[in-house]
């Protein structure tokens, strides 16, 4: 699993679990269980993005990846996949996505 740099990773996950929370929740029902309650980003490789979710059973946190659409290198290419993944999470649970 080949990773970008801390800072870099750092600054994603930051802006993805303070400003959008409901995105990662929306791709954690989407990719994971439909009944999660909450959902956290955890990691950022070139391969997928990494969340932890809870569906409220009490059995604590559970892992998802989900791999981008192809292996990623540059920073600015995460935004593309993050959109990509929350647009496909809206069709997958028939939201309409807000605009980019």
Do not use: K, Q
């Not at 400003?19 to 999660?36: C, K, N, P, T, Y």
């Amino acid at each position: 699993m080949t990773r970008f740099s801390d800072d870099i990773v750092g600054a994603v996950l930051h802006h993805m679990n303070d400003d959008h929370s409901d995105d990662s929740l929306l791709i954690a029902r989407a990719f994971g269980d439909r009944g999660a309650i909450r959902s956290r980003m955890v990691d950022v490789t070139m391969d997928a993005g990494h969340w932890v979710y809870e569906i409220g059973d009490g059995l604590g946190e559970r892992a998802l990846s989900v791999r981008w659409s192809r292996t990623i290198s540059e920073r600015a290419e995460i935004r593309r996949e993050i959109v990509a993944l929350y647009d496909r999470a809206c069709a997958i649970l028939g939201v309409t996505p807000r605009p980019h």
